[in-house]
């Protein structure tokens, strides 16, 4: 054989390796996945002392008596003054966590978390914990500490106002979960979102380290399994997400739910969670994080409640994939009553209701020169 053509013989063959790699690692799974991912079954070992927090929210049994939801709010110093939640008060019960609040604070002006770790995680976990039998029949919101951020699906990212519109019981109905999110950019709502554990999502977190967004892509699918597995799984169920499987979720982490939705979790649960944010979450708060916020609705959508999982035991990805994405046109008019829009020119967007703002970030003077 010539030189030549045997060198091209072995590129060949090369190639073909490599593509058939690819294919192998990229092969949808035959039948699509029902995941063990019902329960919490994580278990920190050895038990840590049990964290240090001002968690339980003043008088939100009176709450209750008045029919008002909960807002929870996980803000840090950072966010500045927290004067905005008092326009809401009529409508919700406040529950304001500040996760940089020092130790010792003798004013108790904002409730505290044992540390601050995983953002907004870190304060919802602490409010579940410590108020779980007291959650209001009327369901709880739970938001970020800072009145104007870039992902509040507004015109003009206003948290008051969404709050102030945001139907709660509409909202509720009858998921008994939503996310504040109708706009699907920034998630993984889009069928464009590569699969969590594909080679393109492994080689943006590697190209991009600096990109928390791909390299807590990556991370999630091993962290579910961490959180969801441990003994007592049936065999029959995953717990790790297939190669070729998206786990689709809103973004940002705020969302209302209801108080059946948080119940159908025992407070273990919760505690082991947060103690894994304390102590076995991936360091970088972003990506802990990040991890974090794709986890709630897996927690508290139970689709398949209505027929399709329904007593099977574990959560059929596709039902929940559907459940976590509703439309945008139908959000919109559920949650903040802008209804009959005109130009909804995807299932996930219509035109003129939100826009991501450069960069993923409002200009410094936003807040400045919006306040009316
Ligand atoms: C909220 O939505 C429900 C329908 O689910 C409706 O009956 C109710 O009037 C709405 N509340 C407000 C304040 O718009």
């Avoid at 091209?8 to 990229?26: A, I, R, S």
């Avoid at 994580?42 to 968690?55: E, Q």
Wanted: with cysteine; net charge positive.
């Amino acid at each position: 054989m010539r030189r030549r053509t045997r060198k091209l013989l072995v590129q060949l063959m090369l190639f073909g390796g490599v593509l058939c790699l690819v294919l192998f690692l990229n092969a949808p799974s035959s039948t699509p996945p029902t995941l063990a991912w019902t329960r919490i079954r994580y278990r920190p070992r050895p038990d840590p002392p049990p964290p240090t927090s001002r968690g339980a929210c003043p008088g939100l049994a009176d709450a209750n008596k008045l029919g008002k939801p909960a807002l929870v709010v996980a803000r840090v110093h950072a966010d500045g003054d927290a004067g905005w939640l008092k326009t809401l008060e009529a409508q919700y019960h406040l529950c304001v966590y500040t996760a940089d609040a020092p130790a010792e604070d003798p004013g108790h002006d904002y409730l505290q978390t044992p540390a601050n770790r995983g953002h907004e995680a870190m304060a919802y976990l602490t409010f579940l914990i410590d108020n779980y039998a007291q959650i209001p029949a009327a369901g709880a919101v739970f938001v970020h500490g800072s009145r104007w951020a870039w992902h509040n699906d507004a015109p003009d990212y206003d948290n008051a106002a969404l709050l102030a519109a945001l139907n709660v019981s509409a909202a509720l109905h009858p998921s008994g979960y939503h996310n504040l999110r109708c706009d699907w950019s920034a998630g993984t709502c889009p069928p464009s979102t590569p699969p969590q554990r594909s080679l393109e999502t492994s080689l943006q977190a590697v190209l991009q380290p600096w990109g928390a967004r791909a390299v807590s892509d990556k991370a999630l699918p091993d962290a579910l399994a961490t959180l969801f597995g441990g003994g007592g799984v049936d065999g029959s169920l995953q717990v790790l997400l297939g190669r070729s499987d998206t786990l689709r979720a809103q973004c940002c982490a705020q969302f209302v739910v209801s108080r059946d939705r948080v119940w159908q979790h025992s407070r273990e649960e919760y505690i082991a969670l947060r103690s894994w944010l304390l102590t076995a979450a991936p360091r970088d708060d972003r990506i802990s994080g990040r991890i974090l916020s794709y986890l709630w609705h897996i927690l508290f959508l139970r689709p398949g409640t209505e027929g399709e999982a329904a007593g099977s035991g574990g959560i059929h990805l596709q039902a929940l994939n559907r459940a976590a994405c509703p439309r945008a046109d139908e959000c919109y008019c559920r949650l903040y009553g802008r209804c009959n829009l005109a130009n909804c020119v995807s299932p996930g967007a219509c035109y003129g209701q939100y826009r991501v703002p450069k960069d993923y970030r409002l200009p410094d003077d936003w807040a400045a020169s919006h306040v009316e």
